[in-house]
């Protein structure tokens, strides 16, 4: 696809924003399969460049879950500028999600709203997508979620580790959407422990079935925690000595500022409302893990600046989704011209020579 002088989701933005968001995501998904959608110039920079565990991101800019639950366009999205792409959540089995309507725009909030509920392919159609994966296009993280009716949650996840393990370059465990009953329930002390142990075990295993390094491994936690919960998670991820957090889900709160009509819709909030909750909480996450944890940063990014914000709180990498609705794929190049530029200009050589100094 050629590249354009000028960015083609202004001009189709009138049109989506009239269709249900669920007829638009699909849309925007099919467009981008069959390469109707526009690569924007790619931004390559030193500034930007992240070395983690064993992987070089060539910016710190990645999708964050949910957008490509099924693995269909990693590919695509990574063209679009994106450092990395996180796909799922992915399901062991496949599951429908809850009924429709399931997701609504915020539009005078800028902020989105779902009740998904893991609707799923499963992992049989995902493995499928990623096993003749082109690993130089760029970097995919697996988000892993559990089926609805699974009492054995860990289970979901060890089945889910093992099945992923040589074919991600990062796993995550989700156990922080609000749309599943019980799961963040999950995030609890000691059945928190139990689920990261067996899970890294599963994921050392399929890594050494197919002879390949163990991928690093993640915790996505939500923003709705008590102090307690968020200082046990940081102690049981020291403890069990995964690879990360990633900070956060989606929100069941609902700020008073929200002024939409679709404010009142049950489901996990994202997108400008989250920013700053986000933000408290990856900062509170950098403090309780003393810098020793690499962290992910999420939540209401909408430009560069806000990107800054997260690394200065903390994070080595970020992740956004919510802002790419109202600005289409593009935006992932424009954020990291933006922060390449405020990296710079604030002395920083690099994201890392950033991360954490915050008020430093
Ligand atoms: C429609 C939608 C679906 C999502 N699905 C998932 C999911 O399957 N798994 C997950 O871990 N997070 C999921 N998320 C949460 C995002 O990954 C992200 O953590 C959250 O939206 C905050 O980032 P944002 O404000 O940039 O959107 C979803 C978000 C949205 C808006």
């Known amino acids: 696809m050629p590249r354009l002088p000028f960015d083609p989701y202004r001009f189709a933005w009138p049109i989506v924003r009239m269709l249900d968001p669920e007829v638009a995501h699909g849309l925007a998904v099919r467009a981008l399969e069959t390469g109707l959608v526009p690569t924007p110039p790619p931004v390559d920079d030193d500034v930007l460049k992240v070395r983690l565990w064993n992987l070089l991101f060539p910016n710190p800019v990645g999708l964050a879950a949910g957008f490509d639950k099924d693995a269909r366009v990693y590919g695509q999205m990574l063209d679009q500028g994106f450092g990395f792409v996180e796909v799922g959540s992915i399901t062991p089995q496949p599951q429908p999600g809850n009924p429709k309507p399931r ?76 749309n599943t009953p019980g799961l963040r329930a999950l995030q609890g002390a000691e059945v928190l422990r139990d689920l990261l142990v067996r899970t890294k075990e599963a994921l050392s295993a399929g890594a050494a079935e197919h002879g390949v390094q163990r991928p690093p491994l993640l915790l996505k936690i939500a923003p709705d925690l008590t102090d307690e919960d968020k200082a046990d998670i940081a102690q049981v991820s020291l403890d069990v000595a995964i690879d990360g957090l990633i900070v956060t889900n989606t929100t069941i709160e609902r700020p008073a500022t929200l002024t939409s009509v679709h404010k009142g819709e049950g489901g996990g909030l994202s997108g400008r409302p989250l920013f700053e909750a986000s933000t408290r909480v990856l900062g509170e996450m950098y403090a309780a893990t003393k810098g020793k944890m690499v962290l992910v940063g999420v939540g209401g990014i909408e430009n560069g600046r806000d990107a800054y914000e997260k690394i200065l709180a903390g994070a080595s990498l970020v992740e956004l989704y919510s802002a790419m609705i109202y600005h289409g794929p593009g935006l992932a190049a424009r954020i990291n011209r933006e922060l390449a530029e405020i990296l710079k200009a604030d002395g920083f050589a690099s994201v890392l020579h950033a991360a954490g100094q915050k008020g430093a």
């Open 103 to 178: 997701l609504f725009r915020l539009e005078s909030d800028h902020a989105v709203i779902n009740r998904m509920g893991f609707n799923s392919e499963g992992h049989a159609a995902s493995v499928a997508r990623l096993q003749h994966r082109d690993r130089a296009r760029g970097i995919v993280g697996v988000n892993l979620g559990k089926n609805k009716n699974t009492e054995d949650a860990a289970a979901d996840y060890e089945i889910g580790a093992r099945t992923f393990a040589h074919l991600a370059d990062f796993m995550v465990i989700n156990v922080s959407s609000p």
